[in-house]
């Protein structure tokens, strides 16, 4: 594809985040997240001098491993194009972040997949269960929304909005898994506890009795993780972060292009 750089067009800081999001489409399909060309990744762009509030999402049509930063597309609130780019975008999947991005003005980035082990624990009664170390640190920060059909009616926004509340994870029943973040590392490493939690819950289901943390131990994991943050240097998503680039420069690159 021959998408022309929009690296001198853009401002110093809309340039650095759609570097950061299109790495994010891509390190989620190096995961194995995607799910072909649906779901988003939305991040929130610095408002207009009157106020308006702008995002960036996909391009419709390309997969995510194909994403850069020139081909992102700048949406509105409700989901209607404002860049000048000959890609669509998905505007019906804009519901949920919409509303996500409309209640939280906290969350810069929010990110929405549709795994296996996603969908497969979104389809139990329980939810996620208390048996992984990776389970311990969503738990305290957990909401569920139940499945209402294609996410295409703007009614859905006022409950997406109430089940998030002030929570980083959204578990969509029988949909998929939904993580907020204050930056777009944050919500991508959110998406990576989540994603470990699912797929540890499937495969542990599949052998003998399960052995569950106590509720004294996963209570206190909030203040243990908030005292290990607060004594780091940098937040672990942002140590993690670098890391991930250079496996993604090292695997799939062009990704600020």
């Known amino acids: 594809m021959n998408i022309p750089s929009l690296k001198k067009v853009v401002s110093p800081e809309e340039w650095r985040l759609r570097v950061e999001l299109a790495a994010c489409y891509r390190l989620v399909a190096m995961y194995g997240w995607s799910d072909l060309i649906f779901t988003h990744i939305s991040a929130k762009l610095p408002s207009t001098s009157s106020g308006d509030e702008r995002f ?5 049509g390309l997969l995510f491993d194909e994403i850069t930063a020139s081909s992102l597309v700048v949406i509105d609130h409700d989901g209607q194009k404002l860049s000048d780019t000959p890609f669509n975008v998905n505007r019906a999947g804009f519901v949920i972040h919409s509303a996500v991005h409309a209640a939280r003005e906290d969350v810069a980035c929010v990110i929405h997949t549709h795994t296996r082990a996603g969908v497969a624990v979104s389809a139990q009664r329980a939810g996620v269960l208390p ?7 969503i738990l305290g920060s957990l909401g569920y929304h139940d499945y209402e059909g294609v996410a295409v009616h703007d009614d859905e926004r006022l409950r997406l909005k109430a089940d998030l509340g002030s929570n980083n994870y959204l578990m969509l ?3 998929g898994l939904l993580t907020v973040g204050r ?3 944050e919500a991508f490493l959110g998406m990576y506890w989540f994603e470990s939690t699912c797929q540890i819950q499937i495969s542990a289901q599949s052998g003998g009795d399960l052995l ?4 004294p131990v996963t209570a206190g994991v909030s203040e243990a993780v908030r005292l290990m943050d607060a004594s780091a240097a940098e937040p672990p998503a942002m140590l993690a972060w670098p890391a991930l680039l250079r496996r993604l420069e090292r695997l799939n690159p062009g990704h600020d292009q």
């Open 183 to 185: 930056t777009i590392p």
């Open 131 to 137: 048996i992984s170390q990776q389970s311990t640190l």
């Open 56 to 60: 960036l999402i996909n391009p419709y």
């Open 212 to 215: 569950p943390v106590s509720e």
């Open 173 to 175: 029943r029988n949909h």
